[in-house]
């Protein structure tokens, strides 16, 4: 082969591997899509639901809310003037969507120092993590989607304050979240 050739091939490799699936919605075609030699999402969720508890099905469906299994989501950048990209509201990135000062403390506490929210190994793991945090700090149960959810995305002590109720938005998600994680797990025995 020639050199070209060979780069092109490695070029397209790599794209493949930092891609979102297309189907999840369904996901066995998510670990179709995306388990492979280098890239097997199956097993990181199942090693995740062993480490934390938290079942695979409100894994997956926390990460197909946050990000839409994109490895590089990021927030919208707000507009200047109307027109002029500026900054970002969040440092919210990766599959996860794990903040900078939440993931340098999953960092410190679990010791994945090299871990990267565009990895989606070290992400799962995260979210696990955090769901046990959410579990741990505020007793809600490890198969409960919603409150998950709830807690994942305003965070523990403020999930105890409760200022959550008052967001009918953030709860029409958790209940999206949890009706996912509902079909994820209908689905998950039928995966090969």
Known sequence: MRPRTVFIV???LLA???TAPHQTR???AIFDQRDGWFNNWRRAAENTQREYGVPVPILMAT???ESGFSPYARPPRTKLLGFIPWTRPSTAYGYSQALDGTWDKYQRETGHWG???SNFVDAIDFIGWYHEQSHLQNGIALNDAYSLYIAYYVGPKAYAQGSWRGNASLQATARRVAG???LYSNQLPQCE
């Open 63 to 65: 990460v197909y809310a």
């Open 115 to 117: 871990a990267r929210r």
């Open 16 to 18: 493949g591997c930092a």
């Open 26 to 28: 369904n996901v066995c």
């Open 10 to 12: 490695a070029l397209a």
């Open 180 to 182: 996912m994680a509902a």
